[in-house]
């Protein structure tokens, strides 16, 4: 067992961005008295400049799992591996294993705001770039995209969603290896005013957005009480399903449905003057 606390959310964001698990059986024993016995790893991925991250990364590995970290420096990466049962165990149950299909569990996404803060924090350090005008977290899961989506707006933060799917990616060499995207690619978007919020929850002193003018982005009008946010509907599509799960929120019939964490109505329209 293991306490919520800041430092442990932390961790959990960057192994939501960077980690990877792998287990193996190897041979032990000596004197010809051989047997077979399993091994697990938990593994970070960084570029070899981001030392206070590393190093981040190192004392909560050894502050929760007493694992000591193996490193090896390839191609400007470098791969902290530490080997151990109790880590593996941790992330396999809470988080995953595959990149496409990793998330959270729902309950993480209701702890208070002070842990949430720092789960960001950690997840923005691996996954998170940021331009002139926005800062982007990007996954391939779909449910953690819909899960980062709700937590920021649980801590005031309007995001914008896009999706490149993996018909539209043009393939790179790296390292003489040609790199092709596997999955869709969602991206989580932060513009300002909203920007301003967030940048003061990850603490970076270099971002770019916030050398630009202050010029507001985003298309979304939020109400007072800070519940309720309106967002500008740009296109749709309709197929026909049977049997399918409606999240029915004012009438009888299907006029209401939920889509990445938010409820869409299509039989009630709130202007902006009506909203604030």
Same mark, same amino acid.
């Given at each position: ?18 980690? @990877? ?120 899961? *779909? ?31 790296? @390292? ?12 989580? *978007? ?87």
């Amino acid at each position: 067992e293991y306490p919520i606390e800041e430092d442990l959310m932390r961790l959990i964001g960057y192994f939501l961005a960077e980690g @990877n698990l792998s287990s193996s059986i190897t041979s032990n024993g000596k004197k010809g008295k051989r047997y077979m016995k399993p091994r697990y790893r938990t593994d970070f991925t960084f570029s070899v400049k981001e030392h206070e991250y590393i190093e981040d990364v190192e004392m909560l590995m050894r502050k929760y799992f007493n694992s000591a970290c193996c490193k090896e420096i390839k191609y400007g990466g470098i791969r902290l591996s530490f080997n151990g049962h109790r880590g593996f165990i941790f992330f396999n149950k809470y988080c995953g294993r595959k990149s496409y299909n990793i998330k959270l569990p729902w309950f993480f996404c209701h702890l208070d705001n002070k842990y949430l803060k720092e789960l960001i924090k950690g997840y923005w350090r691996g996954d998170g770039h940021d331009s002139f005008q926005s800062y982007v977290f990007s996954t391939v899961s *779909v449910t953690l995209c819909e899960q980062i989506r709700y937590i920021l707006s649980k801590l005031g933060i309007v995001s914008t969603l896009t999706v490149r799917t993996k018909d539209k990616h043009i393939p790179s060499i790296v @390292n003489g290896r040609k790199v092709e995207q596997k999955h869709d690619m969602y991206n989580v *978007v932060v513009y300002r005013p909203n920007a301003d919020i967030l940048a003061k929850i990850l603490i970076e002193s270099s971002l770019r957005v916030l050398e630009r003018p202050n010029v507001a982005m985003n298309r979304v009008y939020i109400s007072p009480n800070g519940e309720y946010a309106c967002h500008k509907f740009y296109s749709s599509t309709k197929e026909s399903v049977t049997n399918y799960p409606v999240y029915n929120l004012e009438v009888e019939d299907d006029h209401s449905y939920h889509v990445y964490g938010v409820a869409a109505h299509n039989c009630y329209c709130s202007g902006k003057a009506t909203l604030l």
